[in-house]
């Protein structure tokens, strides 16, 4: 993976841009020793890593602003961070660069029941938006599976999703406004507590932009009220065609469940085994869960479990307590690191439309016999939003190499087959070279357009999402011009 | 110009030599140069997949023929497109271009979205003729930037549409709806509030003043509707006497479409604020007229002629468009909100990189 080469006179003018930041932020807020500059040298894309030149951690949207006005008065590169839970190099530091990490900006700045709102800063992890309204009863929608570690600042740079996306959406349908500042040091507020925007929809085109075109400092985040209750069911098929016709066909029976999980073999037993959450043995497993009162819960259950029966299953299973529902969902929801406990893995995110399901499976098995690396498959049924997980060993040489080309390999054919490269993750550095295999230059083009409405001298976070030699005029310009 | 194909399209708009009006049926009542480019040859659904939740059509489309095809799947556009016709004594058929340009949403917005939350994928032909492709037809897309929210709701001052993809949903078994009959406009957001902060799945809470009644809707299957009913009545019971409405599809399509002003003459504002601000903002208006959407989160408000809402409304939280006037009264006042400088900005760089000839919908949105 290339990144730009560090501009050697931003090195040199390290000493210059610390005395500027130290003059606006705390002396613990800015971090210049390399030897704790590496705690940023990476987000959780691991592969990749490289200290930044200094790292900052602001407190205030002021201290954030002063921090990007210095950085634009002095050209240097910089980088925001949430948690670092990336799994795209989202937050991949260049060595030039200066890591804004907004992890001390953590409160709740208001809680409003009535109109159904959260307003928070953007540090806050996303679990812990939920925890601050559970006590009436209210929740978060938007559920990645870091979600104890993900801040809300890195959700709506990367548009986050989740298991239950299904029915409650993805960040941006629950986003309702940001505070963010751009890279002149501008603070701006976008939308608000009342819905849709007054003008063009800049909220919409800020949620999944990636850090490129500003640090969101606040959200404003609808909040729902829980549903009386959840249970999921367990499915098992033993052959993939037939788990994704039943998708299908449950989807289309006019019921909406709030969740529909695929795993195969592999993922099936290493979650298993970390979870015993009692997932039988099987090719193809489904967790479909729905919501409602016990009675509700029970009707649509009936219905689901109707439309199952018509595929064979070779399990069946609701879940019969709440315990036992926490237990599916952990094993679930800890799939990356329960193969993670197998081998290194590379976890892909294409998003596919559901009824090239069967094809897709067959090809990448296909795929990863001729790669001779194993594939464990784990995915949001419902939305065709798959992570299949390539295991391989970092240690061998060529390994990580031979994984990525198998990878690319299975992205292009998400695109193919009338999908998308990422479902929820983002592009960040990992996918940024195969943009040009989903969007022509002329689609690229006008994403790009924004970025310099935005960012007009391409320095927040500017080596990600776009393939290199497609940014790479906007991304020299200032220097060609000084 | 009426352009058959894409390709066409964006031939004559690399050819023009002057501001065009971008209609699809010309239902909305857009203003602008007397020159139009008209989408509604490019026609027909490409795409329909029940069981992926996916329906891909062409900008010109008439949403009446989408809704039937989706009817005859048992699904339906879930965001509920307001028909403006009637408010706007306008003829001929809405497009499906036409409702993602204006992101048009109804009462079930409160619950399942806007129109943005379901738009997928957009092609559109940008102000030089060329064609632009954003998202796609998969539900989770995190591709690169979100330029299909960019385009809902921008009205065509950023490109043509030439096709859209949605994501479409199941329509349900049954529908029902309480009456609850209330004193004030207070009581009424209390009542809404009840209904969308309980965990009975509100997916339409409205008030109307002149016949005094709160009105909320419960969708899904039968028995689980009935569920709901009967937990939602003593709840709001407490709060004034509950009654169910006799034919609910009828009196969503009435609320959707403000179908209590059809018959009335005047300006018609439609303001979208945060719900517990619409007792105080009503005031605000003294309109001749209000109806209220979204928990109390959307006013439409009838005033006579020529009344600058704006100036009435002074500093306030959320944003109000001026639906219904005459081109004097757009032309003074303004069609949207004006945005705080820095917005504006923002939205003009977009703007000239997108159309930098100034060729669509010139004068429109700021």
Not at chain 1, 298 to 320: G, M, T
Not at chain 2, 153 to 158: H, I, K, R
Not at chain 2, 328 to 345: C, D, I, N, S, Y
């Amino acid at each position: 993976m290339d990144m730009p080469t560090p501009n050697p006179d931003i090195l040199n003018r390290k000493a210059l841009v610390l005395r500027r930041l130290q003059q606006v932020l705390p002396e613990d807020a800015v971090i210049h020793d390399p030897a704790e500059t590496r705690a940023y040298e990476c987000d959780a894309l691991t592969a990749y890593r490289c200290p930044p030149m200094l790292a900052v951690l602001p407190s205030t949207t002021q201290q954030v602003s002063d921090v990007l006005r210095i950085c634009h008065e002095e050209g240097v590169p910089v980088v925001p961070r949430g948690s670092g839970t990336s799994l795209a190099g989202g937050a991949l530091p260049t060595a030039d660069c200066v890591i804004l990490g907004v992890a001390r900006m953590n409160d709740v700045l208001e809680t409003d029941y009535d109109n159904r709102f959260i307003r928070v800063q953007t540090g806050r992890t996303n679990l812990s938006v939920t925890g601050a309204v559970e006590e009436e009863d209210f929740f978060y929608a938007p559920d990645p599976s870091s979600q104890l570690a993900c801040a809300i600042a890195g959700n709506i740079a990367m548009n986050s999703g989740g298991a239950h996306c299904l029915k409650y959406g993805v960040t941006t349908n629950n986003l309702l406004g940001v505070k963010m500042v751009l890279m002149d040091g501008s603070v701006i507020e976008i939308g608000g507590a009342h819905l849709d925007a007054g003008g063009l929809d800049l909220l919409g085109l800020i949620c999944g932009s990636e850090g490129q075109l500003g640090v969101v400092t606040e959200a404003t985040l609808r909040i729902l009220r829980k549903p009386e209750g959840a249970r999921p069911v367990l499915m098992g098929f033993d052959d993939n065609e037939v788990a994704g016709q039943c998708v299908s066909d449950i989807i289309k029976s006019g019921i909406l469940p709030v969740a529909i999980e695929f795993m195969d073999t592999l993922c099936i037993k290493a979650c298993e085994n970390f979870a015993h959450a009692g997932y039988p043995d099987c090719t193809a497993l489904l967790i479909v869960e729905v919501e409602g009162s016990e009675a509700e819960i029970d009707d649509q259950l009936a219905k689901i479990i109707e439309i199952a029966k018509r595929h064979n299953p070779v399990e069946l299973r609701e879940s019969q307590s709440a315990e036992e529902s926490a237990k599916i969902w952990l094993g679930r929801k800890s799939a990356f690191g329960a193969m993670g406990q197998m081998n290194d893995y590379m976890c892909l995110d294409g998003t596919i439309p559901v009824s090239s399901l069967p094809e897709v499976l067959r090809r990448i098995g296909e795929l990863s016999k001729e790669y001779g690396l194993p594939v464990g498959n784990v995915f949001h049924a419902g939305d065709g939003n798959m992570h299949p997980l390539i295991l391989f060993d970092a240690n061998k040489p060529g390994d990580l190499e031979k994984c990525e080309a198998f990878g690319a390999e299975i992205l292009k054919l998400c695109v193919d087959v009338g999908g998308c490269l990422t479902g929820e993750h983002g592009v960040g550095i990992e996918k940024r070279d195969l943009m040009s295999h989903q969007y022509a230059l002329v689609d690229l083009e006008a994403q790009m357009a924004v970025k310099d409405v935005f960012d007009p001298d391409w320095l927040l976070n500017p080596a990600k999402v776009f393939p290199l030699d497609a940014s790479e005029a906007r991304r020299t310009a200032r220097l060609a011009a000084e | 110009m009426k352009p058959e194909t894409e390709a066409e399209l964006a031939e004559m708009v690399a050819g023009l030599q002057h501001p065009v009006r971008i209609v699809g049926g010309g239902t909305r009542g857009v203003p602008g140069p007397e020159a139009e480019i008209n989408t509604s040859g490019l026609n027909g659904i490409t795409l329909y997949e029940p069981g992926a939740l996916t329906l891909v059509a062409q900008a010109g489309t008439p949403v009446a023929e989408i809704e039937a095809a989706l009817d005859a799947e048992g699904q339906q556009l879930a965001f509920e497109p307001m028909d403006h016709r009637g408010l706007l004594g306008t003829k001929a058929e809405p497009t499906i271009g036409g409702v993602v340009a204006a992101n048009i949403s109804g009462p079930r917005r409160i619950q399942s979205g806007a129109c943005r939350d379901f738009l997928l994928g957009v092609r559109y032909v940008d102000g030089t003729g060329q064609v632009v492709k954003n998202g796609g037809r998969v539900m989770k897309n995190v591709t690169g930037y979100d330029l299909v929210k960019l385009m809902a709701g921008s009205w065509g001052t950023l490109g043509v549409l030439t096709e859209v993809s949605l994501k479409v949903l199941p329509k349900p078994e049954t529908v029902a709806t309480l009456a609850v009959q209330v004193a004030d406009i207070d009581s009424a957001v209390q009542a809404m509030s009840v209904g969308l902060n309980s965990p009975f799945q509100v997916s339409g809470a409205a008030y109307d003043p002149q016949d005094g009644n709160a009105y909320l809707r419960v969708e899904g299957f039968q028995d689980s509707v009935s569920y709901r009913l009967k937990q939602l009545t003593p709840l709001l019971a407490k709060i004034g006497q509950v009654s169910e409405v006799a034919d609910p599809i009828a009196t969503w399509r009435a609320i959707r479409d403000v179908q209590a002003f059809h018959s009335h003459g005047g300006d018609v504002w439609r303001i979208s604020v945060k719900p517990t601000d619409a007792p105080e903002i009503s005031e605000r208006l003294s309109a001749d007229q209000t109806l209220f959407d979204w928990g109390g989160g959307l006013i439409w408000a009838r005033v006579p002629q020529g009344t600058d809402l704006r100036a009435r409304l002074g500093r306030f939280d959320g944003h109000a468009t001026l639906v219904r006037a005459t081109e004097e009264t757009v032309k003074a006042f303004g069609r949207f909100q004006p945005e705080p400088m820095a917005l504006q900005a923002l939205t003009r760089g977009i703007r000239q990189r997108f159309d930098p000839r100034g060729v669509f919908n010139p004068g429109l949105m700021g």
